[in-house]
């Protein structure tokens, strides 16, 4: 189980989570996004859950679930370790108790029944691809490129249509491409953060047979969240994984991407935790945005391996703070107004999500809106004009 | 406490648009999940936190496809301890009395103290089985429990009535009682606890095994025919307010402070 | 003789209305069955009940005894079944209600009735009695035919049929109680009233539902602002109220309250009949679902068909502008 958290049962805690390393500096709360919203002190944690007798009382304490995942303790540690897995590991003993919230039960419920956290039936796992002609994988025949759409893409109204405008820009790009269809099940990110283990465990054997039935060069996700943990949970996988601005970035360089119209739009990219500090994707999803004409790309001041997560991650969408504090994407959003930017630009279904979130929250509708590169690309390409900024 | 809880395995039909066979005879289930019933799963948990306080052991029962086991284990893994499915196709499904009978054939002839239900099912929504059940069994029974207390070989039950109002009722033991949403928080069965589950007893039954003979539980032996099924016209008098969403609520708003209405 | 015995049902002394809805479907099948209507009034101290359901035109039949002062299924089951061998009664009606569902299945097993329960709809039909009920929460109807026997039973559902007017002076005649001796197995203990929160809803003027279509209960904000700016209270329905997104008392429909308010605003409510039956004393009934054939939008004076988290924050901010 290369890479893997080990889970044999006579290892302690302190010795899962290597807490005899720490050194207590406090980088990783230093670093934590969520140090401003909520009372978490990632360090401290590390710390206590050295004492085997504490396990139980920091189990149930409420912060545990206000981490997002978005590993910037990790990247900090000069160490090498990952404080957050600490607090995962914690939530696992709420989990194996069964004392979960509701809607995290439920989640997790779904996954383990219907392949998605979303309480959606896996029959309609393909319903996104209605009134389009997709491609769907045969395990006996060779494709370049097999897709991995993700459960939030596949289900939520409101993001599907990246997965929709992906099918029409390989369509036209003429690439080697097929889809998993209904045959695709939870790549267990949120399962995994929600400290699921033995779900997490039994996701990644069914995955890893299901992935490598195919006969593809590389698979391909939609969203960083599938990506990142393919790649960093999936020993055992037999081809590479690709996020898809890596792929359209490689198209645009052998110049099959070609954009019909231009934008003329001031646009901002947040980088996504899973996308950028957890897998290193920082250039070519900004390579896209700089190759539609008309794109004005500016900066957030936390950009790159600094930049603020959105609290979509993490098992987040199904767990909500007590804070009353101003929510990091509205903060984020405060940031692009700032920048006057007319367009955040996001990689990432959650991002979507929670930063429009935000822009409604805020009231900032009129002035600007949040976007899928992937939404973008298609309107590029003749698909009407969502643009509603003035 | 030996307790028997009933479980059934039902379609989510909240979202999904239903669609019938040609011959309205049968739903066409292909695109919903299944799940244990709502109720069933507050009676569930109820059945494991009495196991909890007084000891004891749970047997679940179910009626339903092999396609269910997955429902049972869970059910185990959350605390019961051994379950029988009781799976034939010649058991009148439509009618809660031919149910029961089945039901209470799998139970008549072991100990128990307790057999818990759910109020209701999801699908049919007849809130017919368990009070059925405990008549063939010859024990007391008490429907739509929102609250158990347990002592002397004797059950107050806290009976949900309408508006809000509680009727406490005591009842001897052995008893049946019908649980009702909300009465607890079902827990989370964890996918270790449930592989541990696999090693419990779980038992695969027909009505032979049962010794029930078919013309008992039948469509013969029902005093009912389902004669069809149809999706009912909503007949809507409402105004339906069209548009994109945005002019839906600008619409809405004009009609309620216009017509006085807030 | 196909006479149809409606079981009365009231609670502290008052008649619920689940009877009288009975009484304005009783006739018709009592004609087409050849007989009469008669109401059994089972409990103690019925005399002013007795005359308000005679009122109806139909024959009473009264036990009162100190035995029934308090409700108690087996008491009412050993008192019914007596009643059908001595009246045999070609139909036996029961409300669907808390009542009716923990008596009624004995009862059929009891006697071997044919038993349909929570009928919305009931005929006879070249001589088979057939009645309509509603699967998935109301989604897809089923019509059942009874097979042919001395006696059947169904229950009715609560809010399915209006009560009609008090009509002629029916006839009351009393019975001695068939059950002499109390019952040692189930004991009535007492009532408990649910506790009242800070807000009563079945007083409230204006209320805004919420159902399972709020999703979770971070969206519960959306909900609570738009009954800011209308000056409303908060329910919901079971689904709300059992995820905890409400507290038990602002639950509305059978097992909550019964609301009247002028003006019912529900989101994501698909409207269960436990639901509606609760708000059919609504002066004007607003829905917001995205299910088209969500059964709430029967009941609705104005219909949105979209996705209340879209529409619901517009509309609060519209109507603070109109507000002002």
């Given at each position: ?19 005899l ?20 002190n990632?360090?401290?944690f590390?710390?206590d ?47 194996e ?5 509701p809607?995290?039960r ?13 309480e959606k ?44 405008n ?18 695709e ?19 990644v054997?069914?995955?890893t ?9 590389r698979?391909?996700a ?58 290193g994707?920082?250039?070519?999803p ?14 957030f ?14 098992g987040?969408?199904?767990v909500e703070?007590?804070?009353?504090i101003?929510?990091?994407?509205e ?5 692009a ?6 367009i ?5 279904p ?41 | ?9 039902v379609p ?13 005879t049968?739903?066409?289930?292909s695109r ?25 052991n ?5 009626i339903?496809?092999?396609?269910s086991?997955?429902?049972?284990r ?15 196709e ?10 029961a ?23 049919y ?22 609250k ?13 009535l ?37 090693k ?9 095994d ?19 099924l149809?999706?009912p ?12 969403p945005?002019e ?15 | ?9 009231h609670r ?20 087409d ?17 007795a ?15 100190p035995?029934?002062a308090?409700?108690n ?38 006697k ?5 329960a ?6 006879v ?35 399915a ?11 009351i005649e ?5 059950l002499?001796?109390?019952l ?26 919420i ?32 995820a ?34 609760g ?12 299910d ?32 002002g």
């Amino acid at each position: 189980m290369r890479g893997m958290k080990m889970t044999t049962e006579n290892q302690t805690f302190a010795e899962k989570f290597d807490l005899l390393g720490c050194i207590q500096c406090g980088r990783c709360t230093g670093g934590c996004p969520v140090t401003v919203r909520t009372n978490l002190n990632v360090r401290r944690f590390v710390y206590d859950a050295y004492n085997e007798d504490l396990l139980d009382e920091l189990s149930r304490m409420a912060e545990i679930w206000d981490c997002t995942g978005c590993h910037t303790c990790a990247v900090r540690c000069p160490k090498g370790l990952k404080p957050l897995e600490v607090l995962i590991g914690l939530r696992s003993l709420v989990v194996e108790s069964g004392k979960t919230q509701p809607t995290v039960r439920d989640a997790l419920e779904s996954t383990f029944m219907e392949g998605n956290p979303w309480e959606k039936p896996r029959a309609t796992r393909g319903d996104w691809m209605e009134g389009l002609d997709v491609k769907i994988a045969q395990p006996d025949q060779s494709v370049e490129n097999l897709f991995f759409v993700c459960c939030t893409i596949a289900y939520d109204p409101r993001v599907k249509i990246v997965a929709q405008n992906m099918v029409r820009l390989l369509e036209k790009a003429g690439v080697d491409y097929a889809f998993l269809g209904e045959d695709e099940s939870c790549c267990g990110s949120e399962v995994f953060t929600l400290g699921e283990d033995g779900l997490f465990e039994m996701i990644v054997e069914d995955n890893t047979e299901l992935l490598n039935e195919y006969q593809a060069k590389r698979i391909v996700a939609l969203s960083p969240h599938c990506f990142t943990t393919f790649k960093t949970h999936y020993p055992d996988l037999n081809k590479p994984v690709l996020h898809y601005t890596q792929l359209l970035a490689e198209l645009l360089e052998q110049e099959k991407l070609v954009f019909k119209n231009g934008l003329a739009k001031k646009i901002v990219f947040h980088d996504p935790c899973y996308l950028g500090k957890q897998s290193g994707v920082f250039d070519e999803p900004r390579r896209l945005l700089k190759a539609i004409e008309g794109v004005e790309l500016v900066e957030f001041n936390r950009a790159r391996e600094r930049s603020l997560c959105c609290e979509g991650g993490g098992g987040k969408m199904w767990v909500e703070s007590e804070s009353k504090i101003e929510r990091l994407a509205e903060t984020r959003i405060k940031d692009a107004r700032a920048l006057e930017a007319d367009i955040v630009a996001v990689a990432c279904p959650f991002c979507v999500l929670t930063l429009e979130d935000a822009v409604k929250a805020l009231g900032y509708e009129e002035e600007m809106r949040v976007a899928e590169i992937m939404e973008l690309l298609g309107e590029l390409d003749g698909a009407q004009d969502k643009s509603n900024s003035a | 406490m030996k307790i028997f809880t009933c479980i059934k395995y039902v379609p989510d039909t909240s979202e999904a648009e239903i669609k019938l066979n040609p011959e309205g005879t049968e739903v066409d289930s292909s695109r919903f999940s299944f799940d244990i019933n709502d109720a069933d799963n507050y009676a569930v948990e109820e059945s494991v936190l009495i196991k909890e306080k007084y000891g004891g052991n749970v047997t679940v029962v179910s009626i339903g496809p092999k396609e269910s086991d997955v429902m049972i284990r869970m059910a185990m893994a959350k605390g019961c301890d051994n379950a029988i499915r009781i799976e034939d196709e010649r058991i009148a499904s439509h009618d809660p009395l031919m149910v029961a009978r089945v039901l209470a054939g799998a139970i008549k002839d072991q100990e128990f103290d307790l057999v818990l239900t759910g109020c209701m099912a999801n699908d049919y929504g007849q809130a017919t089985t368990g009070v059925a059940l405990a008549e063939i069994l010859g024990v007391p029974h008490a429907a739509y429990v929102k609250k158990v207390e347990i002592e002397d070989g004797k059950v107050k039950a806290y009976r949900e009535l309408e508006g809000g109002l509680m009727e406490v009722v005591e009842i001897n033991l052995p008893a049946v009682l019908t649980i009702q949403t909300g009465i607890n928080e079902p827990r989370y069965a964890p996918i270790r606890g449930i592989r541990q589950a696999q090693k419990k007893e779980l038992k695969v039954v027909n009505l032979d095994d049962l010794g029930i003979a078919e013309g008992d539980v039948n469509a013969e032996a029902s005093q009912i025919t389902l004669e069809k099924l149809y999706i009912p016209v909503v007949e809507s008098k409402a105004e339906i307010i069209e548009g994109e969403p945005e002019e839906k609520a600008e619409k809405l708003a004009s009609i309620l402070v216009k017509g006085g209405l807030v | 003789m196909g006479n149809v015995l409606v079981l009365a049902e009231h609670r502290r002394g008052e008649l619920r209305d689940i009877t009288f809805e009975m009484l304005s479907l009783a006739p018709s099948l009592a004609k087409d069955l050849g007989g009469e209507v008669m109401v059994l009034l089972l409990g103690n101290d019925l005399d002013q009940m007795a005359e308000k359901i005679a009122g109806y035109g139909v024959k009473v039949l009264v036990v009162d005894d100190p035995l029934f002062a308090d409700y108690n299924s087996d008491k009412y089951q050993k008192v019914i079944s007596a009643l059908i061998d001595d009246y045999k009664p070609k139909l036996v009606m029961l409300g669907q209600t808390a009542q009716g569902v923990d008596l009624a299945p004995a009862l059929a097993v009891e006697k071997k009735l044919p038993f349909v329960a929570d009928v919305v709809g009931l005929e006879v039909e070249d001589g088979v009695l057939k009645a309509t009920r509603q699967l998935y929460s109301g989604k897809v109807n089923a019509q059942i035919a009874f097979k042919p026997a001395d006696t059947y039973l169904v229950t009715i559902r609560e809010a399915a049929f209006e009560a009609p007017e008090p009509a002629a002076a029916g006839t009351i005649e009393k019975l001695d109680s068939p059950l002499k001796e109390d019952l040692d197995y189930r004991k009535f203990v007492e009532y408990i009233e649910a506790e009242v929160g800070d807000v009563d809803i079945t007083q409230s003027e204006i209320l805004v539902g919420i159902g399972r279509g709020l999703k979770e209960d971070k969206n519960l904000p959306i909900a609570e602002e738009l009954a800011e700016v209308i000056k409303a209270d908060l329910c919901g329905s079971r689904a709300a109220c059992d995820a905890g997104w409400l507290p038990s008392d602002r639950q509305v429909g059978t097992s909550g309250k019964t609301v009247k308010p002028k003006l019912y605003l529900c989101m994501g409510i698909s409207g269960a009949f436990q639901h509606v039956a609760g708000i059919k004393g609504a002066k004007t009934i607003v829905a917001i679902n995205k299910d088209p054939n969500a059964p709430i939008f029967a009941e609705a004076d104005y219909a949105i068909i979209d996705d209340l988290h879209k529409v619901v924050p517009k509309l609060t901010e519209k109507l603070k502008e109109l507000k002002g």
